[in-house]
């Protein structure tokens, strides 16, 4: 059985990409207040103006944003060789415009950078 | 490492030959642009999608810490039950039979599903364990 996701947040940090599943993310904010910075997960550095996530009760900031809302939307399995990348926060990966996403879950994204953030 | 004689795929990457029990080499591909994941170490270059799986690409030369050659333009799949991995390859060297029982290259990491040196007629290789490698790198190394 193919899995699916319900809509995606496109996601730009520096020159990498990540979808975000819509039914993570509570809303998209102005990249504003106490801000978590992914960068280490990508090794990029964020751009000076921004977006952010809201989700979990945290914003995480990124460069930029583009909702893509089509209902299921197919999710390609994540390679046994990288599910443990980022805490398994990596979900899979969607096809869009013949470009791969990486599909990862903010909540566990979030989780994952408090703890390599943690000294 | 089991001894007797096995049919193994020989190939480059960077300065290093490596080699895979021929039936796990599925196919050797162009390698497409590739998509990079996060949380990923420097061995792990990025994905690409191949007949509708996506597959991870591994430079096994970063992986072990070997001096790092760009010049790839191919990688090697490598199949096993549990999934599969591409292998960044610099040349294709051939099938050569590998003998002999040979010990593990070391006792922790990467190099410990790797087993050598074998000789083979390019010269000396690291016979690559697929399945545990794997493994291995799904504990997120």
């Known amino acids: 059985m193919t899995a699916a996701v319900d809509g995606v947040v496109l996601c730009r940090v520096g020159g990498a990409r990540f ?3 819509c039914d993570e993310v509570d809303a ?18 964020l751009a000076p103006v921004g977006r952010a996530l809201q989700a979990a009760g945290q914003l995480l900031r990124v460069d930029s944003v583009d909702v893509v809302a089509s209902p299921g939307l197919s999710v390609l399995p994540t390679p046994l060789a990288l599910a443990g990348l980022v805490g398994g926060a990596l ?5 869009l415009s013949g470009q791969l996403w ?7 994204l979030l989780e994952w950078l408090s703890t390599e953030a943690a000294p | 490492m089991a001894d007797g004689p096995k049919g193994h795929l020989v190939f480059a990457c960077g300065s290093g030959l490596y080699a895979v029990p021929a039936e796990r080499a599925s196919e050797v591909v162009n390698l497409p642009p590739l998509t990079r994941v996060p949380g990923a170490g420097p061995h792990l270059l990025g994905v690409f999608a191949h007949r509708g799986e996506v597959l991870p690409v591994i430079d096994l030369a970063r992986l072990i810490g070997k001096p790092v050659d760009e010049t790839f333009r191919r990688v090697v799949l490598v199949r096993v039950p549990k999934g599969v991995m ?5 040349r294709v060297v051939g099938v050569s039979v590998l003998e002999g029982a040979l010990p593990r290259l070391g006792e922790q990491g990467a190099l410990a599903f790797m087993h ?15 399945e545990g490698l794997l493994e291995f790198l799904a504990r997120g190394r």
């Open chain 1, 91 to 95: 979900l899979g990966f969607v096809e």
């Open chain 2, 86 to 90: 591409a292998f960044t390859a610099t």
């Open chain 1, 19 to 21: 979808a975000a599943p």
């Open chain 1, 28 to 45: 998209i904010a102005d990249a504003e207040g106490e801000l978590v910075d992914p960068s280490v997960a990508f090794g990029e550095v």
């Open chain 1, 102 to 108: 990486p599909l990862v879950s903010v909540r566990g």
């Open chain 2, 116 to 130: 050598g040196p074998a000789r083979v007629p390019a010269g000396e290789c690291a016979a690559i364990e697929p």
